[in-house]
């Protein structure tokens, strides 16, 4: 009898978006989507729907840190995929909880600063220390282009420069994703080639919790075992179907991806 084969366990560290249509919610349905198992260390609890944010809760560092060591001890973690932070505490305590990890854990860096209604999710003050404790830690970062000016300071428009630029700072590998560029192409940057990853605009869909997804995926592909780039392009694909296939009729704004097929099993059973 063959034993059976393990299920690859992924971590999320982010915030918790009380809409359900990004943070820790849409990685959850991310990782379950990719098949492998979901666990959370919570960084902020938000008041959030579809047209903003109304409040946030920082957790504590140390609660955050007891988080990820309970599922480390226990469980184990394949991969880490890193979204909301917030403050320079959550960051340092996250800082540490990678370090405690085993050598070589993947980890994909989401570097959330603004949310989709435009609400702040990342205190000014902790920019620099994102930049000096985390990124050079991350497998993957996944910047959009806002993110990407801002995490280097530059006001570059042309995709790859910025792209080796952000680079520069540390990441093992940079994916830019393409949803602020006119063209929704993504551009692969390790160390030795640039990859262009093209893709749809669903300009009718619904496109929040999108870069979450899109993180989310990609990390769970490092669990499985994919190579980065075939990882950013299943990531790249399954988001944009997120964002086509989006509850547009959630709520009053934006509404989420959905990437586990919700509006697709209503239409079947109608």
Known sequence: MHAPTRIPAVLSIAGSDSGGGAGIQADLKAFAVCGVHGMTAITAITAQNTVGVTAVHVIPPETILAQVRAVSDDIGVDAVKI????NVATIEAVSQALRE????TPVVLDPVMVSESGAELLEPSA?????RLLVPLATVLTPNVPEARSLTGDAVSEAPELARRVRALGPQVVVLTGGHRERAIDVYLDGTEMVEIPGERHPDGAAHGSGCTHSSVLAAQLALGVAPLEAARRAKRMAAGAVRDGLREIGAGPGPVDVIGIGRGRAGRA
Not at 101 to 104: F, I, K, W, Y
Not at 127 to 131: G, K, S
């Open 83 to 86: 979204g909301m932070l917030g």
């Open 101 to 104: 990890l085993a050598p070589g």
């Open 127 to 131: 920019r620099d220390a994102l930049i």
